[in-house]
Structure formats: C-alpha cells, structure tokens
C-alpha cells in the first residue's frame, strides 16, 4: 500500500477568511480606483481601520497559503483558486493602472 499524503479537512475559519478576502477585493468584479482628496477625522479613522483590516486579512491569507503549500495540498489549491480571482484581478488592474500613470508622466 502506498503511502499517501492525506489533504486535512477544510477549515472553516480559514474558508471565511478566503471568502472576506474575495468579497472585499472583487465587488462587480472589478478593481475600483478612487483618490479622494477631502475627509473627516471620522471618514481618515475609517480609512485607517480599513487598511489595517486589509493588512490583516492578507496577512492570514499569506499564512494559510505557506501552510497549506508546506502540506503540500494541492487539492486545497485547486479548491480555493476562484476565491483568488479578485485579488489576482486587482493587482492585475492596479499594475496596469501604475504603468499607465508613468507613461503619461514620461
């Protein structure tokens, strides 16, 4: 008999992780881009508790990833790989976005 890697059961804590991640970076499916150059303290404290609960998610994000790629658990990478769309596609938008910017600045 071979002896062979057993996929651990999924997570549901770290599924809801994924599935925040995905909600807050794939509204409508596209990345939207806003500069707003006027705020409230209230509207600035917002702001920085949205970022930080975006560095957060990412960051248990990136720890599920190494843990689940040092296990070796490609099946959990296949399963997980449509939750992953949005954030691909807002790097992707954002990228393309930056470049834009300077080459219009050159």
Request: proline content about 2%; charged content about 25%.
């Amino acid at each position: 008999m071979k002896n062979q890697m057993q996929n651990p059961p999924f997570n549901s804590n770290r599924d809801n992780t994924l599935s925040n991640i995905t909600n807050l970076m794939d509204n409508n499916k596209t990345a939207q881009f806003t500069i707003v150059n006027s705020m409230s303290d209230d509207d600035n404290d917002q702001e920085k508790q949205l970022f930080k609960d975006y560095k957060l998610i990412l960051y248990q994000a990136l720890k599920i990833v190494k843990e689940q790629e040092n296990i070796g658990n490609k099946r959990w990478a296949q399963a997980v790989m449509t939750s992953f769309k949005g954030i691909k596609s807002l790097v992707t938008d954002f990228n393309k976005k930056d470049r834009l910017q300077i080459h219009t600045l050159s």
